[in-house]
C-alpha cells in the first residue's frame, strides 16, 4: 500500500526521470520520509561485499 504523502514521488519515495534514471527523492529525504538507517545497513554490507 502506497501513502500518497509526497506531491512530487506520490509516496513511492522514488522518482524516475523521463530518461528512465530512477533516484530517491529527495523531498522524502530532507523530509525523513525516508528510512536512512534501513538503507546505511543496505549500503554497508554492499561494500563488504566489494571489499
Ligand atoms: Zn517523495
Do not use: N, W, Y
Not at 500518497?4 to 530518461?19: A, H, L, S, V
Not at 543496505?42 to 563488504?48: D, G, P, T, V, Y
Amino acid at each position: 500500500m502506497v501513502t500518497d504523502d509526497c506531491p512530487k514521488c506520490r509516496g513511492k519515495r522514488t522518482i524516475m526521470e523521463k530518461d528512465g534514471t530512477v533516484h530517491t527523492c529527495f523531498d522524502c529525504l530532507i523530509s525523513g520520509r525516508i528510512d536512512q538507517h534501513d538503507k546505511k545497513i543496505k549500503s554497508a554490507e554492499e561494500l563488504r561485499i566489494k571489499l
